[in-house]
């Protein structure tokens, strides 16, 4: 099992910058790789961001693309999503996710953390 626990989030305006943090314990080294999706009010959950955990490689979701990015720190099993330039469109609850090695999917997920921009 991996526990994922969300920070970071809060009220900022349009045009401002948030990082949200994302802190796993458990069985963290089980993890294939991380990331962050959202879900704005009446609307599905969306990718935003993932990162490959060994590797390091990243992805993003086109709307954020160059606006956002996804780090990691090994050693603290933490993962960040640093988000400038806000809209009011990336207004959601930001969940983290893990993904354990020989997954197709996103099993581990955070309680998450709001994001809010207002216009």
């Known amino acids: 099992q991996v526990q994922l626990v969300e920070s970071g989030g809060g009220l900022v305006e349009t045009g401002g910058s948030l990082r949200l943090s994302c802190e796993a314990s458990g069985r963290t080294f089980s993890n294939a790789a991380m990331g962050w999706f959202r879900q704005a009010s009446g609307k599905e959950r969306e990718f935003v961001a993932a990162?490959?955990?060994?590797?390091?490689?990243?992805e993003y979701a086109d709307s954020v693309k160059g606006r956002f990015t996804i780090s990691r720190h090994k050693v603290k099993n933490m993962v960040f999503l640093q988000m400038n330039t806000l809209r009011p469109e990336d207004t959601a609850l930001y969940y983290c996710a893990a993904k354990p090695v020989g997954a197709n999917s996103w099993h581990y997920w955070g309680q998450g953390t709001q994001v809010t921009v207002s216009s």
């Open positions: 990162m490959r955990w060994a590797g390091g490689s990243t």
